[in-house]
């Protein structure tokens, strides 16, 4: 057996104005901090030693990764950052107010847009400069996401760098965002195209997976919250 850990950036400023964020960078709020600190404790209680962290490219998530190794006296182990792991590109909705789209595009519409598997936002015009994306192709640079268009370029770099890590039996920790972990949840899961639409990961409350180092089947999971452990 072998744990594998998704967890979810505290929350950002983003979050807390309620705007659509995607790669757009953000930082952490004093509460998105206080998460991630809560996260790295829960952890700490599990006793789990991981081998590898995996990130996206983003400072919500880089930060709360550093924060969680701190806590668990895990800073030293290698952390892979990568593009792929980043949030669902939202197009030309980035930094505008959820409510507000709701008002101008409709509820039903905004409601596909966040939840949906295939429906896609408006497109950016073009993809603004940035340095951290300079080394990839420009083709697989997205204008917008739709959550299967997000999976295409997630699903590789599990079966390419996180998978071969599991089945060594080495324990694995990726912290990233809402919906690049729901398109692994639904890869892992196995969960229908239709069945993803009602799967939310909340900020900073750990998912801990117990695999079959050879198959990667699921045998358990949990997740760690400090409110469920209050409530119980």
Sequence with gaps: MVKLVLLRHGQSIANQKNEYTGWSDVPLTALGEAQAHSAGRLLREEGIQFSDVHTSVLVRVIKTANIVLDEIDQLWIPEHKTWRLNER?????????????????GKKQVALWRRSYYSVPPELKKFDDDRRYASVPHDL????????????????????????????????????????????????????????????????????????????????????????KSAN
């Design 89 to 105: 590109h939202y197009g030309a909705l980035r930094g505008l107010n959820k409510d507000y789209t709701r008002q101008i595009y």
């Design 141 to 228: 640079l997205p204008l917008s996401e739709s959550l299967e268009m997000a999976s295409a370029r997630i699903i590789p770099y599990w079966v390419d760098e996180i998978a071969p890590r599991l089945k060594a039996g080495k324990n694995q920790l990726v912290v990233a965002h809402g919906s690049s972990l729901r398109a692994l949840l639904k890869y892992l899961e196995r969960i229908s195209d239709e069945g993803i639409d009602g799967v939310e990961v909340y900020n900073g409350e750990p998912i801990v997976y117990t695999l079959d180092d050879q198959t990667l089947e699921v045998l358990d999971k949990k997740v760690l919250s400090y409110e469920k």
